[in-house]
Structures are given as C-alpha cells and as structure tokens.
C-alpha cells in the first residue's frame, strides 16, 4: 500500500492532485498504463524523456490537473476514431514539436472551454501546430473559414480556432495585453465582416446591395475587446432607400454573430433599444445635433469603421466629429460624466462591489471614465488626444502633459494588470464575468493563471490579493484627481478655440477679453508656449483658464505679466505646472491673486515656492501666535549671526504675509475662497476681508513674533549687564491689533536695570539693543522690511530712545499731556521680559484709564487737535469724503470718538480697558455709553475704511488710503471686496462714511 502512496507524492511535485485534494490520485490513473501511459507506477518516475518534457510542461499550467484532465480527453477522443492500442498521433506531435506542447498544455490548463472544444475536435489542435519555419502560428484574428458546409457552422469553426491561437500566444507570452486586445478586435471585425457577407448573400434575389455601414464602438471600437463580451455597433444606412434592405442584414448579423461567436448590442444607437436599429447618416447627424446627451458623444470616442461599408463609416464619424468636440462645453458635460460613473457603481450588487473589477471602484471603469472625461475636454483642441483606445489615449494624455508622468505610468499598470486578470477569468469558461470569486481553488487556479508563485510566507493567492488591492487604491485615487480635477470644469468652459491659441486667434481672443496690449500679451504666451517641451505642453493647457480669470481683473495684462515672471522663476521646476495642473483649485487661485493683487505679485516674485500654500486648505489660515512665535524663535537660534538670524526671521515673516495676504484676496472668491478645517474637523470661516479684525489680528501676530526673534538676536549680540530687564511694548495699531499689511511697528522701549548696577551702564547697553533691534529689521534684504517706529515715546523724536520703567512712570506722573494717554490706550506687551512689560502696563493704567475721567479742558483739548489732525495732515488735493485714514466717518474719526469714551470712563467701567476699537466701541454700547444706533453705524464706517484701505495695499503693492472715485483702481478695490458695480460701491463707501461721520460727531460732542 505505500508505493501508490509515494507514487502520488511523487506526482504532487508535478503540482497535479492541487485541485483535486487527492494527493494525484486521480492524476496517477490518468498518467499510467491504462491512461496517457506517461507514467510508471512500479518506478514511480514518468516513462520515457519524451513522457517527462510533456509532465514538466503541465506543471507549468495554471491548472496542471485540468490540463490532465483535457488532455486525457482528446486524446481518448482521438483513440476512439482509430486503433485504441495504438500510439496516440497527438501525444506524438506533442512529444516532437516543443511549441505546440507549450501552446497546448497552457491552453488547456487554462480555459475549460476551448478544452471542451478540442475534445469534440481533436483535430484542431494540429492549428497550434509550429509552422516549419520555426515560427509560431498567426494569431492576429484572422479567419480561415473551411470552403464549403453550412456558412454559418464554418464561421464558428474559423472563430474558435482563430480564438485558439489568440489565446496560445496570450498564454505562453507570445503576445502582450496590447497586441492580445488588438488580435481579439481584428478578429471580431473580421467575424462582423463575414456575418455582414452571410447575410447579405442571404437577401431575396433581385434586392440592391444596401449601403450599411457597421461601426464598432466600446472596448472592440477602441481595439480594446476582451475574450467575452457583447460587441457594440452602431449601424448606419447611406439613404432612406437602403433602410428596408439594411435593416434586414443588421438584425440577421446579430443573429449570425450570437451563433458564432459573442451577442452584438446596438443599444448605443440614438434612443437606445426603443429606436430603429438602423438610420441614414442625415437621421443620425440630426438626432446628435438636437438631442444626444454627454453620455451618448462620450461613447464616440471610441467609435470606428468596422465592416460593411467602411467609407459610408468613416464619413459618420467624421460628421459627428465636431459634435463629439464640443459636448465638454455644455454646461452639465463634466458633472454629467461623473454622475454617470457614481450610477455605474450604485447599481452593482453590494455583495459583488469589492470583488469587481470592471465596474466596481478601483476598477477598469474608474480608467476609462477618467481617461474620457479628459479627452472631452482637452481633445477639443489637442487632436493627439483622439485616440479612441484607453491605452493610447492614456499615453497621448501623458505625452501632452495633462496627466503626470507618475500618474499616467499607474494608471496604465493599473489598467494592464486589471484586464489581464478579467482576461483569464473569461477565459477559463470562455463566459463573460468580472468578479474575483472567492472559492479557494477558483483563486489559487486565477492567481497561476496570472503566473503568481508562492513566496516565503505568502501564498500565490495572498500575492495576487496584495498587488490587486494596491492597483485598485491607487486607480481609484487617481479616478478621484483626475475625474473631480476642478481645473477640469474651467478648461470646459473655455470655447475650443479658446484651446487651440495660434498666433491669429489668441491675438483675437486676448481682444476679446480685455487686454490692453493684446501684442505685448502674444508675445508673453508665445515664450511660455513655445517649443515642444513638456513645460510648453502644460502651460498650452493651462494658459486659456488664466487668461479668462485674468480678464476678469481690471487689468488682465498685469496679471498675465505676472504669471510670466513666477513662471520664469519656476518653469524648470518639477513640481509648479504638475501643481498648477494636479492642485486643485490652485491655477485659478493663481491667476486671481497675480491678477487683482500687486502685494502678493511681488512677494511671490520674491518667493516664488509660497505659491504651494494655495494648494492645501488649512495652508490659508493663519497661524496661532504661540505657533509663529515659536517658529520665528527656532529660525533665529539656528544662526550664531544675527543678520542671518534676522534674515531668516525675514524670510518666515514674508512666508508668512503671502498666507494671509492670499486667504485676504480669495476670500470672496466663491468656489476658489479657502475652507480650512479646525483639528477636530469642524469647519471654520477663512480669514479675510470679510472679516477685518481677523486680518488685523494675523498680521499683528506676524509682527509680534518677527520682533521677538529680532529682539533675541539683538540681545544675542549686545553685551549687557547680567540682569537687565527689556522689553517691547506695542503702540498704535500694532497695538490695537490693527496692523495692516504695510504697517510699521508703533513700539516704545523699556528696560529695568539689575539690582546695584550702573544705571549709565544698563541705560547704554538698552539703547544699543534697541538700536540693532532697528538695524536688523531694516537692513536692504529681498523680504519686505518692517520699520520700527519709536516717535510715540514720550518727547518724540527729541526724548530717548530707551527708558528705564521708573523713567516712564516719572515722567506719565509729572509731564504727560492728554494726548499721551490718548496714545497709551493701545499699548501693550509685545516681546522681551513679560514680567516687565506687565509692570509697564500695571504702571500706565491710572494714565490711560484715570479714575475721574477727563476735565472739560481735557475733553475740549482732544477735540482741538482731531480738527488739527484733520486740517494739517490731510494731504494736499486729498478727498476727504473718500480718505480711508482722514475722511469723514474713517478710521480717525471711530478711533478718537472710541478713545474719548474710553479715556472718560474706563476708570470706573472695566470692559473699556482694551485695545481694539471695535472691541472697545462694543463695549461702550453694552455700557449704555453710546447708542446703539451710532454705534452700528460707527463700526460699519470703521470697517468698511479699514476693509478699502487693505485693499488699496493689496490692489497698489504700495501704502495709501486715497480711495478712487474712478479707474482701475478702484475697479480693483470693488472687485476684491466681492462687489460688481464701482459706481454703486462708491455710492455706498460714501453713504457708510455720512452716517458713521454724524454718529462720531455726537459721541466727540456728547
């Protein structure tokens, strides 16, 4: 009993008994004497070197007791036919020609359906047959149809053997993906062509040949078919005379091909199954132009002439060409596509959803949709891109630098390794699925089908499990990038020949949209488009999107200048166009902020790698104080030399004014405007200017913390005595929390000496902090300088730079003026000793917050200098109805009516004893202060101010506060606060400012 036993184990090397669990049992009959006679159970080994060629070639099958099995069968067929004792013809063939053996066992362990086809013809095996000239046979899906017989019998005959040798060279690597799913289109082009013939011959005598074109469309339009599935036509009449005729041959074709080979679906047609099968080429022109859908134009991308009459094919096509081209500009074309994808999956059976591979997510289907959807809409003026393959296309896509070459090389292995394996799953029962199974022997048969083996602790079906998870997490997020690719909807809405930008047409299209030079706009175009490069591929694709968003500005030229410069900076680096591309919404962001903004045109000139924060969502919100303080700090301490020290300090700031100033432009941008997202998910309104305090707040943090780490760099280089206390206290709007983006830094400085030291000695060595302190921040450098501005000390310019805090507390007590308290009330700690800078605070409360208010004379001595404030300092020629700073019901005017207020009864009222204007003017109202009325209108005409003057800086790069009654500026101004009209804006600057001036005069009289 034990020789069976060591024969099967000897067996199961061959990896027989595997499917069976027997051990080879089975495998063992079949083998020996009253089987194949390959093997010799007494001596357990195969019977002869011939014998042992033919069981290694069966270990190598997917299925090697399948391929047993089938064998077994046909050559039992075939002794059937002659003398049983003989030797079978075929094993010898096997044994003599090693090409067919490879080709036949593989296809038999493979494919139980063309197995049951040799079984019933043994004889077409011979069609394997290795031709004398050492080459293996065609398999390019040519028919060979026997003369003679049943034309329909023939037919099927010439397609399963054309089949046969499809699948041979597919199995044994004579063919690849491609050429495999090129050989099976041929071939159903040809069967299309001969059941076309058949039933045509089949017409009644005396019928007129119909002109009848059949155009293949799906997968076998796009050279792309599979083993099984439903070939997709489209038949097309030339006129209504061959309607009758034309009719009778497609619906006997559908018949024929169902017989022969595989279903034929024409439910592509106009109005699907409940239209006419077939139409003339006029029907089909008309039914495009007035009633298709984006859907039905996406399935033309793929269509091609396939049998009949081919040029009445190709004339169709050509005719619904540009219908094809300009569907992506419908208005629903991009959403249409996607939602059509989101149908394909809501209707798979749950059961099936992570098992399918064609239309399940992470599937062909996510390829195809994605690699279409581009098509539709770069295709319009990119005919590279027509390809109606995926393959192709999805290389035209890379080449043409609308898909990234990392991108594109996934997708493309992601699509090979996922029809390859929909390849071998129809194959083995030559039935149309696309689902993984989940038995056990169905996966291991699949995963050695796919020439997956195992490994040291992972099993093949385990390793066809992992690569198949990674193809399909990685193509569903490209399927995500690429198909929700928001620059996808705004390249849609550009017109085709918007696309396309020759020298004519762009010179044309610039007209159209604004440009005041349209030649000086060319010539920028023509040096970031020109060439062959990749780069000018992209910028091709990028340009018509920018240009519409650009002439939305009032001054598309300065924007398209702009986005040369950046681009000139950053051209040859990888990651900018693959950005602008890939990035969401960050062309658009782009070309809005280069177009509306000169502040952040220059910053990003000067920092051109900053442009990345309009990628991320959370990139655009500001960053905490404790953050930026901490940050600045440990870019300081990297650098033992305080230049560098404060140059890299500099460098973070400019970073960090290019986040805020681009949050300010994009905030009312509608889709463009960021949506950051708090830790825990919630969301959270971006800064911006809808929100002026926020913006005021983000860029005070920012000046606080670039004058901590210049501080530490100051004290780093001073030599002082051990013990001396310094600190920075903020003034004006710094201050108040106020800044803008062109603010200086209002500041004073304090210092306390150590016990028993010189007070000459601490007094210099303060000043000399100080002193580096403004040399740093204001050495000649590519970041924007920050000015420290210490003329709000007490005796101004003419007084010290530095006191001592009982200085400061000698001098409020004995010398200070109304006006000095005036200034304190928005003093507070910035930097340095917070020890310190609280004493100070503590020190100037009873100044800026008096216990009894202010006198009459105190009061009257406020109003005087306003109305000299406002007399002197206006500038010559300035319109006082529109100066943001000066003008009527402006800044000035809230904040002396506020501080006023403040100054009388914040010693006996508390929520008064704050910086911040609005928090202050809030405050008083709450206290019953001020009316409510006032103080709406009051915060409304201090916001709007503080809202335009930002504005104007972010508009002009430059200072000012002179708002325009007319110009681009202006129109800048309106466009940036999410506005339409500039004389209707105007109108209502100018109505706030009345309303909050009258208020502000009855607080300053009350």
Sequence with gaps: MSRPTRATGRLARYGFGTAEGDGGARAADLLGPDGLRLWRPEEQEPADEPAGELLAAMSRAADPDLALRQLHRIVEAERRTTDDAADSPLLAELHADPGLRRRLIAVLGASSALGDHLVAHPDHCTALRTAPDGLAPIAEGRLEPAAGGNPVAVLRTAYRLALLRIAAADLTGGRGLEQTMAALSALADATLAAAYEVAVAELAEGTERPRLAVVAMGKCGGGELNYVSDVDVIFVAAEDADLAAATLVATRLIHICGLVAWPVDAALRPEGNRGPLVRTLASHLAYYQRWARTWEFQALLKARPAAGDLPLAQEWIDQLAPLVWRAAERPEAVEDVRAMRRRIIDHIPPKELEREIKRGPGGLRDIEFAVQLLQLVHGRGDETLRAPGTIPALRALVAGGYVGRADGEALLRGYRFLRSVEHRLQ????????????????????????????????????????????????????????????????????????????PEAARHRLEILGFADPAGALRHLQALTGGVSRTAA????????????????????????????????????????????????????LARVLALSRYVADLLARDPEALRLLAEENELAPRSREVLREGFLAAAARHADPVEATRAVRALRRRELVRVACADVLCRAG????????PDGANRPAPGLADITQVGTALADVTDATLAAALRAAQASQPAPEGLRFAVIGMGRLGGYESNYLSDADVLFVYDPPAGSSESAASAAAHAIAEELRRLLGVPAPDPPL?????????????????????????????????????LLRARFVCGDAELGAEFEAMIDPVRYPAEGLTREQVVEIRRIKARVETERLPRGADPATHTKLGRGGLADVEWAVQLVQLRHAGRVPSLRGTRTLDALAAAERAGLIDPTDAAEMAAGWSLAAQVRNALMLVRGRAGDQLPRHGVELAGVVRLLGRDD??????EYLRVGRRSRAATERVLNA
């Design 427 to 502: 194959l083995q029962g030559l039935r149309r699925t696309h689902t993984v199974p989940t038995e056990p022997g169905a996966l291991r048969w699949l995963a050695a089908a796919l020439g997956f083996t195992a490994a040291p602790g992972r099993s093949a079906v385990e390793s066809f499990r992992a690569e198949w998870v990674t193809h399909a997490t990685e193509v569903r997020r490209l399927h995500a990038k690429l198909l929700y690719r928001p620059l996808l909807e705004s390249v849609a809405r550009v017109p085709a020949d918007g696309l396309r930008l020759t």
């Design 538 to 589: 992209i910028q091709r694709t990028l340009l018509p999107v920018l240009l519409s968003e650009f002439a939305d500005a009032p001054e598309p030229d300065r924007g398209l200048l702009n986005y040369r410069k950046v681009s000139d900076k950053l051209g040859s680096t990888p990651w900018y166009l693959r950005l602008l591309r890939d990035g969401g919404p960050v062309a658009r962001r």
């Design 671 to 678: 889709a463009l405007a960021p949506t950051p997202t708090r």
């Design 787 to 823: 000015g420290v501005d210490a003329d709000l000390r007490p005796e101004g310019r003419q007084g010290p730079l530095v006191r001592s805090l009982a200085a400061y507390a000698a001098y409020y007590t004995r010398w200070s003026r109304v006006w000095e308290a005036q200034a």
């Design 982 to 987: 500039p004389g209707e804006f105007l109108d």
